[in-house]
Every structure is written in C-alpha cells, then in structure tokens.
C-alpha cells in the first residue's frame, strides 16, 4: 500500500541535555510506542529527524516535541502543517523567578505569533491546557491533551538481594524520604528539606541537578546578559542562583541529607522500591511524573496540593500544602507510622497507575495526526 501521509518529529530531546529529562523521556517513549503501533500507522510514515538540518517542507505534518516561552523554538518559516507539545508554563506563572529578560520578552512574543500558526497544540494535563489557552491565547479547542505514563521498568521488587545490593551501594538508610527530579524555584525541594528537618527524617535526592548546584551557585559563564552582570558586579545575583544558593546552605546544614545525582533506571526503580515515601512538594506542575513511577513502584506518595498533582493522584496519595512545611512533615510521618494507611495508599497507588500507559498515549497522538491531515 502506497504512503499517504509524512510525518516529522525532531530527534532534538534524543540527543541534546534534555534526553535525562522529561521531554527526553517523554520523547523516547512516545517514539517507542508509536513504532509498535504499526495497525494505527499504516497510512502513516514517521521519521525521527534533526530538525536544524532536515528539509521540513517534504513532511506533510511536523511534530515539534517542546516549547519555550523565551527561546526561538519553532522556526520563523513554519512548514504547511505542524503541530507543537507544550509541557508547561511554569517560567510565565512565576516571572520573578525566570526573568525573561529584554531579549526574552521579545522572543515571547515572536513564539506566541508562531504558535498560533499550529495545527493543534498537544499538553501534558488539564492543568497545563488552561495555561496554554490563558498565557498563550490558544483556543481550547485546538488544544488535546494525553497524559504521560511510567516506563515499565518502574515496578515492585522482590528481590531482597537485589534490593540489599542497592542500598549498600548507595549507602542509603533504612527509612528514607525520596525526592527524584530537578531542584528548580517550582520544586519547592526547600520545603521538602525543612520537612524532613522537622520530621527527623533522612531525605534522598536523585537529579543531575541537585548534585551539580555548586556549579549553579559560582560559575561565571552562566551570566548571559547585561543584567546579569550588573547583579554580579553588585552582589545581587540572579533569581535562579539566589534559590540554588539558598538550597546548598540547607543541603550543607542537613546531615541527613543525600544527593545521589545522576542515577541508572535499574538502580532508581530499587531505590523507589526501598523508599519509604516518595514525596513531590512542588508549588507547581505540568504533570509530575516522579509521583506516577512511585506509584507503580509501590511506594506511598505526599503531594503537594497543587492542580496537575491533584489531577493525576487523586484518591492515591496524601495531600500537603507546599506553603506550610509542617503539614508536609505531618503528611509523610503520617504514612510512615500508620502501616495500614500505609498498606491501602501501596494498593491505590498500583491500582491508579494502570489508568496511564505509553500505548493509550501514542494513541492519543496518532488520532491528532489523523485529525490534522484529514482537514
């Protein structure tokens, strides 16, 4: 059967710094999924391509698999039909916190012109949707969103020795705290380590980023513009280096802290098995993925009481104020002492994220590819 159709998806979050983080993962995964879809595909020829180099004009549809609000990230010659995943917001809900800067405010602007030549936008939750469509100015309509999902190495272990094995390489304690991902001001991991402080508590964090905040706090090629250097010159740092350096302070103080940085899939998913709690104290999210490999990993989850947190745990984890530290300690040392509480919130969590999957996703994906070529 003759090819009707095109379709382009840039291999960019493959191969740059992003491929360890969620639009890497997400990426990765959807590529995965989408190649065993070959019934659903049959009309449909998708190429992963590097999009600074490839001809775009040959594709039917184009895929663009990120956005920044502040960078250039769809091309000012646009091809005929394209589509744009939009993970979240969070620079635009907290300003103060990721100042575009002159140059940033005129990109914003140039991005939300390009946007709006798109075919559809997909998004990663509700909450995210109405994000898009109040920053953005995005019709709802044109906006479809699938959910992510764990991958399926994330799962319950039984294997005692395996688990022994990765608690003694790590060196990690017999209860712990985990907190997996990056430390940024939306995170609220400071709020986390002040819990833990009050709870008496251990915390282990796995992330690059939380390894490497020395290098965020002093490096100098890290000012990108006139303003920047014009904090540096009179000690006012910029927003984002004042919150990593605030962190190091506390990741310095607290002794009972452990930054594991960057850690394999075969060891994380231990590491999840062996936590007591899993905890994700972000003020906010576009989706929080760390919460949903928890689950499938049985282990009980505190989170914050935010939108995109509440939209994809409800019913299967603990609800804090990430405003208010001793309700987060109070909501982890509940689910560490109460072992039937505990026992139900393992049973809910497994049970919760069957509801996600890589399949339903590419799915959802291939029926907007379907939708926008149709037209």
């Not at 095109?6 to 710094?17: E, F, M, N, S």
């Not at 995964?29 to 775009?56: G, M, P, Q, S, Y």
């Not at 100098?220 to 740092?237: A, N, T």
Request: proline share 6%; glycine share 6%; net charge positive.
């Amino acid at each position: 059967m003759k090819l009707k159709y095109k379709v382009a998806i840039d291999k960019g979050p493959l191969i740059t710094g992003h491929k360890v983080r969620g639009i890497g993962v997400h990426t990765r995964e959807l590529l995965l999924a989408l190649n065993e879809k070959t019934k659903e595909l049959k009309n449909i020829k998708i190429d992963i391509v590097d999009f600074e180099k490839a001809d775009l004009g040959k594709y039917d549809l184009v895929h663009f698999p990120y956005f920044y609000p502040f960078f250039l990230t769809i091309p000012s010659k646009v091809p005929r039909k394209f589509i744009v995943t939009i993970h979240d917001l969070i620079p635009l809900i907290y300003p103060k916190h990721y100042p575009p800067g002159l140059k940033g405010k005129i990109r914003f602007l140039d991005q939300k012109i390009r946007l709006k030549k798109a075919a559809a936008v997909i998004t990663i939750s509700e909450t995210s949707k109405k994000d898009i469509v109040r920053f953005l100015g995005i019709q709802k309509e044109k906006i479809i969103v699938t959910y992510l999902a764990p991958r399926k190495i994330f799962k319950e272990i039984k294997d005692k020795v395996k688990l022994f094995k990765v608690r003694k390489k790590y060196k990690l304690p017999p209860e712990f705290v985990l907190y997996v991902g990056d430390i940024n001001y939306n995170k609220n991991v400071l709020g986390l380590v002040k819990a833990c402080k009050i709870a008496k508590l251990p915390l282990v964090i796995c992330g690059k980023q939380a390894k490497d905040i020395e290098d965020s706090t002093s490096n100098i090629s890290s000012l990108k513009g006139p303003r920047d250097w014009i904090r540096y010159l009179f000690g006012q740092p910029h927003p984002e280096q004042a919150h990593y350096q605030i962190l190091l302070n506390e990741f310095k103080k607290g002794d009972k802290i452990l930054r594991l940085g960057y850690v394999p899939d075969n060891d994380l998913v231990a590491i999840y098995n062996l936590a007591k709690v899993y905890c994700q104290p972000s003020f906010y999210e576009g989706f929080g993925l760390p919460v949903l490999e928890a689950f499938a990993s049985g282990c009980p989850v505190v989170a914050a009481k935010t939108q995109a947190l509440v939209e994809i745990a409800e019913g299967a984890a603990l609800f804090a104020d990430p405003n208010d530290a001793k309700d987060i300690s109070d909501k982890i040392t509940e689910v560490m002492s109460d072992t039937e509480l505990r026992a139900k919130m393992i049973k809910e969590g497994v049970k919760k994220v069957k509801q996600y999957s890589w399949s339903k996703t590419a799915k959802e994906t291939v029926g907007v590819y379907f939708e926008v070529l149709s037209r």
